[in-house]
């Protein structure tokens, strides 16, 4: 067993170091002035946080901020309960229509957005959704259902049904079941959902870059897309604004890395 492991560590390291380059490269180009033209893989010659200013007020990432916040926190939120309330009867009953309707939002995780797209567009313009938050969280919420139903559904099925049959029998209703028993036992899945539809949305730009397309709806990334153009290359700014863009996440994942596994491991296990 000890042979087996010894190349676990050199993976690891390799790994890390992978994953560590991408970061260490943003944070070099990022802290070097506009006059500095050194190799990105060295430290800047002097430290400047001139480009987290400027991308700051080019790219209007105030407003940017404020409109990723409030998608993502709506549509972080309407995932969970849906996706919840979605999962509970599907876990439990397993009669045929349900199996069916189980069947039929999993077979929607291998549907592209983007081969919708088109018919999507005409859409979301017909009912007046352009550059607005509902027509935006809407489409969020669509896409990530299926994998949420799916988590959802996996773990509650881990859940003895004995608890729900106990708490029946002491008068409790249905509603008062789900919210006072099975919802606090779902906090590890809740996160995993919490951070992987938080990522989702709050990195978005196939959609976002085709439904918000005034100043003042515009989002992070297609704020920061503006620097690449054909007559713009402003590396430097890109790199603040993208470090300044990971910092919620980040933050996210820190609260809830200690649910984030066992949730995503428990809510694979059954369906």
Known sequence: MKKNKTWMLPLMI????????????????????????????????????????????????????????????VSVVLVIILGSFAAYPLARYKTRLNKSMYLIFISALIVPPLTILVPLYKFIVDIGGMNSYWAIILLHVTFNLPMTIFLFTGFISTIPQELDEAAMMDGMSRFGLFFRIIMPLLKPVTATVTILTGVNVWNDYQFSVFFLQSTEAKTVTVSLAAFFSQYTNNVGWVASGSLLAALPIIVLYLFLQKYFISGLSSGAVKG
Do not use: C
């Open 14 to 73: 390799v790994i890390s170091i992978a994953h560590i380059i991408p970061f260490y490269l943003l944070l070099t180009t990022s802290l070097k002035g506009m006059g500095d033209t050194s190799s990105k893989w060295l430290l800047p010659s002097s430290w400047s946080v001139d480009n987290f200013k400027e991308v700051w007020e080019q790219a209007h990432l105030q407003s940017a901020f404020f409109n990723n916040i409030i998608i993502t926190v």
